[in-house]
């Protein structure tokens, strides 16, 4: 029963994540861009307290990768705001990308 649970979040949440970073570089308009940019940077730290809160106290050094990966879509966050260029904000979409992908590695399959 409980890994039936898991299979469907693990399929919920990759479904999420797809959808989300498809849309993150599909998207023409600036303005639903710019939402769906910070919508899945949120999601890329959620994914990463997930991670990081479901592993044993002892378990630092799995713990800490857990929160640098969300460190990674804070990062993606700051180089948003402060770049006026596109390539600055490639640049910040990147780091998002990287941060919910590796964040549904990191829960689900290490």
């Known amino acids: 029963m409980a890994l039936g649970i898991l299979m469907i979040l693990f399929v919920t949440m990759s479904l999420i994540s797809a959808a989300g970073l498809s849309l993150l570089y599909l998207v023409k308009n600036p303005g639903v861009r710019k939402a769906v940019f ?6 890329g730290m959620l994914t990463a307290v997930i991670s990081a809160t479901s ?20 990062a ?35």
């Open 38 to 43: 910070y919508v899945m940077a949120a999601w």
């Open 55 to 74: 592993l044993p106290e002892n378990y630092l050094i799995e713990r800490l990768i857990a929160w640098m990966i969300g460190f990674i879509s804070v």
């Open 76 to 110: 993606g966050v700051i180089v948003y705001i402060r770049s006026a260029q596109e390539k600055g904000r490639l640049i910040a979409r990147l780091l998002v990308t990287a941060s919910v992908v590796l964040g549904i590695v990191n829960l689900f399959l290490l």
